[in-house]
C-alpha cells in the first residue's frame, strides 16, 4: 500500500510553493519524520517530512515545480522492494507531464481561466471594479494574482487583451558573456522584489527623519549589560530599547499602526512588531508578537530567537505573520542614512541607522555625542505629516531619555 506525500497548509494566505531540493532519489529507503523535500513559499523555507516509513517509490513535482496546497508531491511504498516498478515506470510519467507544461504555458499567459482569482487579487479586483477577464494571469493555469491586476490597473485596464512580451534584454558582448552567470531568482527573492514595487505602487510614501543622541542608552547598556545578560541569557542590544520605544509612540499615534481596507481603515490595539533580518537567502521580516506586553528582557531573547532561526532558516509561519509595524536596522551595514520601503499592508517602518560621533550644540556649546539618523516612511494615505513627525519626536525622547520606557511616559 503506497502513502501519498502532500503539500501542507502553508500558512495564512500563503496558497502555492515552489519545490526547492528533494533530499532522497527514488528508491531510497525513508524513515518516518525524515526530512524528504524542501518547498519555497512567498515567505520562508520550509521542509516536508516523511509521514511514513518506506521506500520513495515516486516523485510526481520535480525540483522548480509550482504547487499549490495538498498537491501530491511523492508517494511512498512499503518496504524496500516495491521501488523497483516505480523505477521503470518515471520516465515515461515524465514525457505527458513536459507535455502539459509545454501546452499550459501558453494559456498562463491568456485572459480567463478556470482558476478563480488569489483571494487578494479577488478582492483588489471587487475594489476597482474589474473582472477576471480583464487581467491576464501569471499564475499557475493561468490564476490571477495581486500583482497581475496591480499591474494592469497601473496600465489602464481597456479591452481584455494578452499581456504583452517583455522587452528582451540587450545581448552582451562575446568577451562579456563569457564572464557572466545567469541564476534564476529563488520565490522568495521574487518575492521580495513583487512586494517592494507593490508597496511603492500602491501607498503614498513619504519618510520624515530626525537624530537622536544615544548617549543615554549607551551608557546604560554600558552599566547594566553583564548583568542583564547573566540573569536573561540573552545580550542587551539597542533593539530591545527601539522596540519599546516604538510600542509606546504607536499607542499614543495610532495611525501609524493602522492598516487600510478597500474604504476601511483598521487600527491594531497590539503591537506585533517586524524585525528585518538579512539572511544568504535575502531579507526576512519575523515578527515579535505583543512586543507592547513584553519587557525589554522579553524583546531581546524574541529577537535573538528569530534572528536565529532566520539565518538557519528554520522560520515557520507564525513567526513571519501578523506584523503591524516593521524596524529595519541598516545600522548594522555601515548605512548612515536611507529611506526604507513600507512593508505592505503596514503603514510605517522605521529604518535605524549607524551610531556616529558628530558634533551638536548642547546648552549653548560645541560637544561630541554619539548620534543616530532615524527614517520613517509612512503611508500618506492614513497618516498625516503632523502624526508621522509626532510619532518619530516620541520614539527620539524615549531613546534620549530611557527612564520613559520605564515609568510609561
Known amino acids: ?7 501542507p497548509t502553508l500558512g495564512e494566505s500563503v496558497t502555492e510553493a515552489t519545490i526547492g531540493t528533494w533530499f532522497k532519489k527514488v528508491g ?39 504547487v499549490e496546497v495538498d498537491a501530491l508531491l511523492g508517494q511512498i511504498a512499503e518496504g524496500a522492494a516495491a521501488a523497483a516498478p516505480a523505477a521503470t515506470e518515471a520516465p515515461v510519467e515524465s514525457k505527458p507531464a513536459e507535455a502539459n507544461a509545454d501546452t499550459a504555458a501558453p494559456a498562463a499567459a491568456q485572459p480567463g481561466s478556470d482558476m478563480p482569482p488569489a483571494p487578494s487579487a479577488a478582492k483588489m479586483m471587487a475594489e476597482n471594479n474589474v473582472s477576471a ?96 545578560e547573566k540573569k536573561h541569557g540573552v545580550k542587551l542590544g539597542f533593539m530591545g530599547f ?42 526576512v521580516v519575523p515578527v515579535v508578537r505583543d512586543a ?16 536565529l532561526a532566520a539565518r538557519n532558516g528554520e522560520l515557520n509561519m507564525a513567526d513571519m505573520q501578523g506584523g503591524t509595524f516593521t524596524i529595519s536596522n541598516g545600522g548594522v551595514y555601515g548605512s548612515l542614512m536611507s529611506s526604507p520601503i513600507l512593508n505592505a499592508p503596514q503603514s510605517g517602518i522605521l529604518g535605524m541607522h549607524k551610531i556616529q560621533e558628530r558634533p551638536v550644540a548642547l546648552g549653548g556649546q ?10 520613517l516612511s509612512y503611508d500618506h494615505r492614513i497618516v498625516d505629516g503632523k502624526e508621522a513627525v509626532t510619532f518619530l519626536v516620541r520614539v527620539k525622547e524615549s531613546l534620549e531619555d530611557p527612564e520613559r520606557l520605564v515609568l510609561d511616559l
Open 1 to 7: 500500500m503506497a502513502t501519498e506525500i502532500r503539500v
Open 28 to 66: 531510497d529507503a525513508i524513515a518516518t519524520d525524515e526530512p524528504l523535500v524542501e518547498l519555497e513559499t512567498d515567505k520562508v523555507t520550509i521542509e516536508v517530512p516523511a509521514p511514513a516509513a518506506g521506500t520513495l517509490s515516486e516523485i510526481v513535482a520535480n525540483e522548480g515545480d509550482t
Open 133 to 228: 477577464d480583464q487581467v491576464a494571469g501569471s499564475g499557475k493555469r493561468g490564476q490571477v494574482l495581486k500583482g497581475d491586476v496591480i499591474d494592469a490597473l497601473a496600465k489602464g485596464i481597456a479591452e481584455p487583451a494578452p499581456a504583452a512580451p517583455a522587452a528582451a534584454r540587450a545581448p552582451s558582448s562575446s568577451e562579456d558573456e563569457a564572464r557572466e552567470e545567469r541564476v534564476k531568482m529563488t520565490r522568495l527573492r521574487q518575492t521580495i522584489a513583487r512586494r517592494l514595487k507593490d508597496a511603492q505602487n500602491t501607498a503614498a510614501m513619504l519618510t520624515t527623519y530626525n537624530e537622536v543622541d544615544m548617549t543615554a542608552v549607551m551608557e546604560l547598556r554600558k552599566k547594566y549589560k553583564e548583568l542583564f
Open 242 to 283: 527601539f522596540t519599546k520605544a516604538v510600542c509606546h509612540a504607536l499607542k499614543e499615534i495610532p495611525a501609524v499602526n493602522a492598516e487600510i481596507d478597500g474604504t476601511d481603515i483598521i487600527y491594531k490595539n497590539f503591537c506585533h512588531v517586524g524585525v528585518a533580518v538579512g539572511t544568504d537567502k535575502g531579507l
Open 292 to 307: 507592547d506586553r513584553r519587557s525589554i528582557a522579553g524583546i531581546e531573547q524574541e529577537i535573538g530567537r528569530l534572528g
Open 366 to 375: 560645541v560637544v561630541i555625542r554619539p548620534m543616530m539618523y532615524l527614517a
